[in-house]
Nanobody, 126 residues
Framework: QVQLVESGGGLVQAGGSLRLSCAAS????????MGWLRQAPGKEREFVSG????????SYADSVKGRFTISRDNAKNTVSLQMNSLKPDDTAVYYC???????????????????WGQGTQVTVSS
């Protein structure tokens, strides 16, 4: 198992930036494909970005391409999401998630992730 704890959320004006971090503990971090997902009020949880076990592959939702960057540091057991040019539509609770795998896949479907953090609120004001 792996435990995930997010940090870095907050309130920011449109056009601003935030950096989310997720610290993992437990089983070997490089055994997991990692992802960031979000859920806005009244909406389903949606994929934002994902990264493969060793960081060789990444994927982004169309709505965040060119603005968000995912990265991971397996030596520090962390995965991060740099969010630039934030928009009010980015307002949501952001979750870090992990999927146990031996392959180099990037997981884009929320239901595939096995472990979830508690979430961190991101609010973008207009």
């Amino acid at each position: 198992q792996v435990q995930l704890v997010e940090s870095g959320g907050g309130l920011v004006q449109a056009g601003g930036s935030l950096r989310l971090s997720c610290a993992a503990s437990g089983r070997t971090f490089s055994s997991y494909a990692m992802g960031w997902l979000r859920q806005a009020p009244g909406k389903e949880r949606e994929f934002v970005s994902g990264i493969s076990r060793f960081g060789g592959s990444t994927s982004y939702a169309d709505s965040v391409k060119g603005r968000f960057t995912i990265s991971r540091d397996n030596a520090k057991n962390t995965v991060s999401l740099q969010m630039n040019s934030l928009k009010p539509d980015d307002t949501a609770v952001y979750y870090c998630a992990a999927h146990s795998t031996y392959s180099g896949v990037v997981i884009t479907a929320p239901h595939v992730y096995d472990y979830w953090g508690q979430g961190t609120q991101v609010t973008v004001s207009s």
